[in-house]
């Protein structure tokens, strides 16, 4: 396995064969299906801008960004992608209703097979001016590649003769080569390094959910959830100053830690994954910085707040977590959200809904070089609940907050916004709060959260889980686990563990190595896990090097395969897990139930000793 990436190599005479979806854009065609929970949406990244406008002259140059870039002709059908060698030219429809045209775009689900997979709309303004309404789905586009376009817009625009190079990249050419990655000695050690950090991985942010975004039986996020934004800025002086004061953090790990500060505030547990965006334009070829097309993915970012450090030591030790993550890019967060569900055994819900995305300064593009500045948006992903972008903008900071409004307490989303702004200016006038153990706490709580509970709670859904969730609140010390609540979080440790596994062991559940128990990560996981074992304790798919397996089963003990929500740098890319569900078998349909009938009888025995403590004596 050598160290040497895959070539490049061209092939324009296949220019319009089909080619494979990438692991993000395969994540994205399952996600909008609507099979599971948070899903029926589109990857939808959605802006208006606002100004004068030469429409004609907007036309022509977007027309020459169409023949330019095959990546604005791609359509999906399958599991295949294939650029169009000829397609019509696009008119840009002019529209009398303005918001008509954002509550159709904002939200749009496109049929992939069908071109064009974007849309630009343009609509009045009172005295004179246009409003440029462009929508596209995360199938054909990430946010770079759509930085990018924005780019050459505005040069063709201003200079309708320019005569741009041609691009020295396929988007068609990058994917088969990046396809050759996974023979690499980078990405076997990239594997290397996530088999060990996988298995404590905490689950996401316990937010006061009114629903519970992994329960598919819950009509609430069944159905296409609906994203709302709220965005605030912060200006350039007051930026300037916090910056002066986190000595040894760049941009992004003060932000980054910022938005974390702030959810673990009103998390369940200060001890959680976030979905980080990640470009991966891998260096393939020198071209790929000037390719369009979806490169981008995501990490699972590991967030652990509990210990009541300063607040500057937090936030570098998470900066640390993020640059040795950043080391091993070379595995997508895809293929990671897929392992970590066979370790965990739990396949459909979304595994980490909550995106934080850090954009580098300067991405944030004007249409057509400021004429036209943009004044709203809106990404959608599916299985994300909440999704935060945070963006250099204009020497400050600009940052957004699309949330699945129905899933939180009234006004929820707003408050979370309102204390990041609290904080960064807190920060701002004073340094001391860097030292500060709970920065936030010193700021008082916000209004009308004093009844929002800490997470929502589901509860154990069979005789078995709720035998495994009596049993872990005992080891922990908990008053209640719930089939989602993390035992990492909940603070099991090996030693806890360990004394988990021996009361399960004596119980007759199953042999379970007490690493393999943190694996599982969940009650639901843990239940999962034991029920895919088979008759000699060993499982389907265990896999080396991955902290062990129940019994040898973690890695394979529901059986299917996972997908994934991923993220680009299009903050919008990122999500939860869209698994796909292999169905299970007669032999574990079998053993469910004997698993069951088991816990059922020991529930029922220490139920009665409970009620008549005296007849132990």
């Known amino acids: 396995m050598g160290d040497d990436l895959p070539d490049v190599v061209a092939a324009p005479g296949a220019r319009f064969d089909p080619f494979p979806l990438t692991d993000t854009q395969r994540a994205y065609a399952v996600g909008r299906t609507g099979l599971f929970p948070l899903g029926g949406v589109a990857s939808n990244s959605y802006f208006e801008f606002d100004g004068p406008l030469d429409r004609d002259r907007f036309t022509s140059a977007w027309r020459r960004l169409i023949d330019r870039h095959d990546a604005l002709r791609l359509v999906v059908s399958g599991d295949a992608q294939r650029v169009l060698a000829e397609v019509p030219p696009y008119g840009i429809e002019v529209a009398a209703d303005g918001d008509a045209v954002r509550r159709d775009l904002a939200s749009k689900v496109r049929d992939p097979a069908t071109?064009?997979?974007?849309?630009?709309?343009?609509?009045?303004?009172?005295?004179?001016?246009?409003?440029?309404?462009?929508?596209?789905?995360?199938?054909?586009?990430?946010?770079?590649?759509?930085?990018?376009?924005?780019?050459?817009?505005?040069?063709?625009?201003?200079?309708?003769?320019?005569?741009?190079?041609?691009?020295?990249?396929?988007?068609?050419?990058?994917?088969?080569?990046?396809?050759?990655?996974?023979?690499?000695?980078?990405?076997?050690?990239?594997?290397?390094?996530?088999?060990?950090?996988?298995?404590?991985?905490?689950?996401?942010?316990?937010?006061?959910?009114?629903?519970?975004?992994?329960?598919?039986?819950?009509?609430t996020v069944l159905a296409a959830p609906s994203f709302t934004r709220r965005g605030h800025t912060l200006p350039a002086g007051v930026w300037a100053r916090v910056k002066r004061g986190a000595r040894g953090m760049t941009s992004a790990g003060i932000l980054l830690a910022a938005v974390a500060e702030v959810l673990a505030a009103h998390s369940r547990s200060a001890h959680f994954t976030l979905n980080i965006p990640r470009g991966d334009r891998f260096p393939l070829h020198p071209g790929v910085t000037g390719a369009v097309g979806v490169f981008a993915s995501f990490w699972p970012l590991h967030v652990d707040f509990r210990k009541p450090l300063p607040f500057a030591e937090r936030a570098a030790n998470l900066q640390r977590r993020m640059w040795a993550d950043l080391t091993h890019p070379w595995v997508s967060g895809v293929r990671l959200v897929r392992d970590l569900a066979r370790l965990r055994g739990e396949y459909g819900?979304?595994?980490?809904?909550?995106?934080?995305?850090?954009?580098?300064?300067?991405?944030?593009?004007?249409?057509?070089?400021?004429?036209?500045?943009?004044?709203?948006?809106?990404?959608?992903?599916?299985?994300?609940?909440?999704?935060?972008?945070?963006?250099?903008?204009?020497?400050?900071?600009?940052?957004?907050?699309?949330?699945?409004?129905?899933?939180?307490?009234?006004?929820?989303?707003?408050?979370?916004?309102?204390?990041?702004?609290?904080?960064?200016?807190?920060?701002?006038?004073?340094?001391?709060?860097?030292?500060?153990?709970?920065?936030?706490?010193?700021?008082?709580?916000?209004?009308?959260?004093?009844?929002?509970?800490?997470?929502?709670?589901?509860?154990?859904?069979?005789?078995?889980?709720?035998?495994?969730?009596?049993?872990?609140?005992?080891?922990?010390?908990?008053?209640?686990?719930?089939?989602?609540?993390?035992?990492?979080?909940?603070?099991?440790?090996?030693?806890?563990?360990?004394?988990?596994?021996?009361?399960?062991?004596?119980?007759?559940?199953?042999?379970?190595?007490?690493?393999?128990?943190?694996?599982?990560?969940?009650?639901?996981?843990?239940?999962?896990?034991?029920?895919?074992?088979?008759?000699?304790?060993?499982?389907?798919?265990?896999?080396?090097?991955?902290?062990?397996?129940?019994?040898?089963?973690?890695?394979?003990?529901?059986?299917?395969?996972?997908?994934?929500?991923?993220?680009?740098?299009?903050?919008?890319?990122?999500?939860?897990?869209?698994?796909?569900?292999?169905?299970?078998?007669?032999?574990?349909?079998g053993r469910a139930d004997r698993l069951n009938r088991l816990a059922a009888l020991h529930l029922e025995i220490a139920s009665l000793e409970t009620s008549a403590p005296d007849a132990r004596r």
Request: aromatic share 6%.
């Open 115 to 219: 071109w064009p997979l974007f849309d630009v709309v343009i609509s009045d303004l009172p005295g004179g001016d246009s409003r440029v309404h462009i929508g596209f789905d995360g199938l054909i586009l990430d946010y770079m590649s759509w930085q990018i376009l924005m780019t050459e817009l505005t040069v063709l625009y201003h200079d309708p003769d320019a005569e741009l190079l041609p691009p020295s990249l396929s988007f068609r050419d990058y994917v088969l080569a990046a396809s050759g990655l996974p023979a690499t000695g980078r990405y076997g050690r990239a594997e290397k390094y996530w088999a060990e950090h996988l298995p404590a991985l905490p689950a996401a942010p316990a937010l006061p959910y009114t629903a519970d975004p992994a329960d598919p039986a819950d009509p």
């Open 349 to 589: 819900a979304p595994m980490f809904p909550v995106v934080v995305t850090v954009l580098p300064p300067g991405t944030g593009v004007p249409l057509l070089g400021g004429t036209l500045p943009r004044t709203w948006g809106l990404t959608q992903t599916p299985q994300v609940a909440l999704d935060v972008r945070v963006e250099e903008r204009d020497g400050g900071v600009a940052v957004d907050w699309d949330s699945v409004d129905d899933l939180f307490p009234e006004g929820f989303p707003a408050l979370l916004g309102e204390r990041l702004q609290r904080l960064l200016h807190a920060l701002a006038d004073d340094e001391s709060l860097w030292a500060a153990r709970a920065p936030l706490d010193t700021l008082g709580g916000p209004p009308g959260l004093g009844d929002v509970p800490l997470g929502v709670y589901a509860p154990p859904s069979t005789p078995l889980e709720r035998l495994l969730a009596r049993t872990v609140a005992e080891e922990c010390g908990v008053e209640r686990v719930g089939r989602h609540d993390d035992l990492a979080a909940l603070g099991g440790d090996l030693a806890a563990a360990a004394r988990i596994a021996g009361r399960l062991s004596d119980l007759g559940l199953g042999a379970v190595r007490p690493r393999a128990l943190t694996a599982a990560g969940t009650v639901a996981g843990l239940a999962a896990a034991l029920v895919g074992q088979t008759g000699d304790g060993t499982g389907g798919e265990a896999r080396a090097g991955t902290g062990g397996a129940v019994g040898g089963v973690a890695g394979g003990a529901v059986g299917g395969v996972a997908g994934g929500v991923a993220g680009g740098v299009v903050s919008g890319v990122a999500g939860g897990a869209v698994s796909g569900v292999a169905g299970g078998s007669a032999d574990r349909g």
